[in-house]
């Protein structure tokens, strides 16, 4: 089980980055995918998360209209493309696999996890 996040680094606020999640067929086959994030001295939060056709997104509030997630079946890849970025989205970024076909909100809902790639934004 393998699930790899990466694209993070230091933006600007109002800036762009987008975080890639690569995952082994095996990981990818039929589960939708998660991103969360986690701050310092914060619990962990749902982001975003996509079905495994790619028919279903949700977004927390405090995303919505900024970041988009998308996916590449073919490739086991899954994508969070974050615009407009803010200090507050200063996190550590975790793509996760759901159990099921279908995403959810709650990190029990998940399986497998990756290893996280930081997120900087400077004011």
């Known amino acids: 089980v393998q699930l790899q996040a990466s694209g993070g680094g230091l933006a600007q606020a109002g800036g762009s980055l987008r975080l890639s999640c690569a995952a082994s067929k095996r990981t990818f086959s039929n589960n939708a995918v998660g991103w969360f994030r986690q701050a310092p001295e914060k619990e962990r939060e749902f982001v975003a998360s996509?079905?495994?056709?790619?028919?279903?997104?949700s977004y927390a509030d405090s995303v919505k209209g900024r970041f988009t997630i998308s996916r590449d079946n073919a490739k086991n890849m899954v994508f969070l493309q974050m615009n407009s970025l803010k200090p507050e989205d200063t996190a550590v970024y975790y793509c996760?696999?759901?159990?099921?076909?279908?995403?959810?909100?709650?990190?029990?809902?998940?399986?497998?996890w990756g290893q996280g790639t930081q997120v900087t934004v400077s004011s």
């Open positions: 996760a696999a759901a159990r099921s076909s279908f995403g959810a909100r709650m990190t029990s809902a998940y399986q497998y």
């Open positions: 996509i079905s495994w056709s790619s028919s279903i997104t």
